[in-house]
């Protein structure tokens, strides 16, 4: 900075001359008068440069802000809620969006009621129970535990997925799947992720759950699985490390 660099000059000439001063007892009255200016000079160079240097820092930070803002100019594709017609099988995928709303402590109870209102579709058994409350906001949490309590019980929840996968198994044995080996890993992958998310692990529940997708595979597939498995290592392993190889297995 210019202003900086001139005083570092400034102060290096007036060392001198306090130097020069100090050489002569004539001129001690001269050296103390020369002294209190220049302090009074180093005062005010600093409150300037205090005011510049604060002066910097605020355009840096308002910069920075319109660099933001500039950032946030593109839009996004408006958001469309999820429809919920009370089936629970969709209440997951449901309850996953709706639940940024239900936790956003800025929107008032009220206006979350009606947000809700708009995810159920008309006429639906959801929409139907959600509507048989006066939309306030003393009802709204009343509301939220009626919807878990009818469609998002886990232990409901559960069986409806483990039933999705014992009817893969039923119609295996029947000779009737007709998907293709990618569809039928995708179908076997979204139902035990969501097992996982209703606290069905891997860890706690993979010996049941590697028999269930074991039964669901056709014949040819389930002999190359085995065969891929005989040919590893034959050392033990925990189930979930076993149901994992199976997915891998599934997906290459």
Partial sequence: MKLQDKFSRLETIQEEISDLLLTSHDLKDTYQEDFSKAEEYRDKFCQIFSILEASQEQKILVSEEND????????????????????????????????????????????????????????SKASRLVSSFPPTKNNYLKVITQLKERFGRDELLVQIYVRDLLYIVMTNAAGRIKVDLSELYDLLESKLMALESLGRTKE??????????????????????????????????DSARSLDKLLCFLRK
């Fill in 68 to 123: 933001s803002v500039q950032k946030r100019k593109f839009k996004l594709p408006k958001l469309e809620l999820r429809k919920f017609s009370g089936e629970p099988k969709d209440y997951l995928a449901f309850w996953s969006q709706f639940e940024k709303i239900h936790m956003d402590a800025t929107i008032a109870e009220e206006d979350k009621f009606q947000y809700l209102l708009q995810c159920l579709i008309p006429d």
């Fill in 204 to 237: 706690k529940f993979a010996e049941f759950l590697e028999l269930l997708v074991e039964s669901c595979l056709p014949d040819n597939v389930l002999r190359a699985w085995e065969r891929s498995r005989s040919e590893e290592d034959s050392s033990p392993q």
